[in-house]
């Protein structure tokens, strides 16, 4: 891995990412030809004797095709030690090919971005923080709204000419609708306004969220994000709720789940059954959830627990010792009431599948990997 | 690079932080080795007091396939002192069924540990196994390779 502080220094806008479910990387960005940042996209596509052979993907439009065709024989020839030898060779290569002349006239959009950021400004003037990057191709800005929320929103120039809605929001941490995501706009201000109504109507939504992540212990999201519209609770040692919120209809009553070994479930969900009727579209939503799950309070979990180191923790997956798997949490648990033990459901497919374990119908079943007794869990495709 | 972590690399480096920060009695990793290399461990353990071994130390390697935990580690005592055992060959190999046909993905190598350290303090009389001889000169590299004869529990 020596060659990785190289990679860097030499290709700082490289980005190297693995593919799913296999020991390949995805190599994409942007590298330095003729003093021009160039977009190259690659894949890692077979691993012999330690060499590895690579694919074009993607080559930057400044280059004709029969650059890219070059390329992609010399790939097909060639099998590299590494990430840095492959993008050295594509990269000597390019420096040799002439790039298509197109270099567009941007006067006027640029005239036209700093004329709009500077009204921004001048109208907005409760801005946190506002920037306009200095190759005027976004802006970012903050604003704090009427609860001391601190929310952020970038902002990019379409420097295409196709359109006049050259503005249009890129990056946000709002919970998003389908029917109504922000559209381009040629007007700054109209448009970062809209972007203000938008969390002026979500007000109670984050405020519900803040009230779940002072006062009960959630599980997942780990770091909540104020798009993130469910949290999972702790209700006990081996049981936990997912409570799902419309960002849009807060006094709607929220979805639950529950997750925990089957009798603890049930009693939840007897008591949540029971209470269902006497939901009403109250101010004070909290209250309303604490009075459907029968509770006084959310328990807290002890924080004493977490302190010896625990190979295992509580709800981590018994196979591969971590919560999350590709953003998944345990779901299947062990109904053997003494061992409880959680698993991903793909953990426990790959173990009974590499075990030969038995089908029937979408269910998979063998022997629990720590206590013996028969469990199963869906078919995965 | 830790996002390109594979389930079982976060695994491997999730036991063998917790080996190092509290390893059970007598057992202790050799952790520069394993950072290196992820695959082989070297763990040296000692004989329990007030058994056939105490005062001894032994060295076991255990090697991880990239399909760990599915597939069981390859555990062997390696070095110049191998347990006078009958269930552990002049060559390293151990006879333990939970190393082969009883692997369970919930094991870890800490139970494999604990197993090896309790199967060596149960022993009552040093002895090596029967075919030591035999099994030395005709087996393979691998131990996982050999077929198991599991002949009984009490040792």
């Known amino acids: ?381 | 690079m830790t996002s390109a972590m594979s389930p079982s690399e976060r695994r491997l480096q999730k036991e063998l932080m917790s080996l190092i920060k509290d390893p059970p009695p007598g057992v202790s990793v050799d952790a520069e080795q394993a950072e290196q290399n992820l695959l082989q461990w070297t763990i040296h353990m000692e004989g329990a007091t007030g058994t056939l071994y105490e005062g001894e130390s032994f060295q076991l390697q255990f090697k991880f396939s990239n399909k760990y935990p599915f597939d069981s580690p390859e555990v062997t005592f390696v070095g110049s002192n191998i347990p006078v055992h009958p269930h552990v060959y002049s060559n390293g190999h151990i006879c333990l069924s939970i190393l082969t046909d009883d692997w369970s993905p919930a094991l870890s190598v800490q139970a494999v540990c604990l197993s090896i350290v309790s199967m060596l303090s149960s022993c009552r009389e040093k002895q090596q196994p029967p075919d030591n001889a035999f099994y030395v000169k005709t087996c393979n590299k691998n131990p996982k390779k050999t077929k198991w004869w599991y002949h009984d529990d009490s040792v």
């Open chain 1, 1 to 381: 891995m020596d060659y990785l502080l190289d990679l860097v220094l030499q290709y700082p806008l490289i980005k190297l990412k693995a593919i799913e479910k296999s020991d390949k990387v995805l190599i994409r960005g942007k590298m330095l030809v003729k003093n021009k940042d160039i977009f190259i996209a690659l894949k890692q596509t077979a691993i012999i004797n330690g060499r590895s052979k690579y694919k074009l993907i993607k080559l930057d439009e400044d280059f004709n095709e029969s650059t890219a065709i070059q390329i992609k024989q010399i790939l097909e020839k060639e099998s590299f030690q590494n990430v840095l030898e492959v993008l050295n060779k594509i990269h000597k290569h390019l420096e040799t090919e002439k790039p298509l002349i197109n270099l567009e006239n941007h006067c006027e959009i640029y005239r036209k971005v700093i004329h709009e950021y500077s009204e921004f400004t001048k109208f907005f003037l409760h801005l946190k923080t506002s920037k306009l990057l200095q190759d005027l191709s976004a802006i970012t800005a903050s604003i704090t709204d009427s609860n001391y929320r601190e929310h952020s929103v970038k902002i990019t120039v379409d420097f295409t000419q196709k359109t006049s809605d050259i503005f249009e929001i890129s990056e946000f941490d709002l919970p998003q609708r389908i029917q109504d995501t922000f559209k381009p706009n040629e007007n700054l201000i109209v448009l970062f306004d809209q972007f203000l109504a938008r969390i002026e109507r979500l007000q109670p939504y984050f405020d519900l969220m803040e009230e779940f992540d002072r006062n009960t212990t959630v599980l997942d999201p780990e770091k909540p994000k104020r798009s993130d519209s469910h949290r999972r609770i702790w209700l006990g040692e081996n049981i936990s709720t997912i409570i799902t919120i419309d960002p849009y209809n807060v006094f709607q009553r929220p979805n639950f789940k529950f997750l925990g070994p089957e009798y603890l479930v049930e009693s939840y969900s007897n008591h949540l059954n029971n209470n269902l009727g006497n939901w009403v579209c109250q101010e004070n939503i909290f209250q309303g959830i604490l009075d459907l799950l029968g509770l006084e309070d959310f328990p807290k979990r002890p924080t004493t627990k977490n302190q010896h180191n625990l190979l295992v923790d509580y709800g981590e997956c018994s196979i591969c010792f971590s919560l999350r798997l590709n953003e998944k949490l345990p779901e299947v648990i062990c109904t053997n009431k003494r061992c409880e033990k959680f698993y991903h459901n793909e953990c426990l497919y790959g173990w009974f599948v590499a075990s030969n374990a038995k089908i029937v119908f979408n269910a998979i079943s063998g022997n629990c990997p720590n206590c013996e007794k028969t469990i199963s869990c869906p078919v995965l495709e």
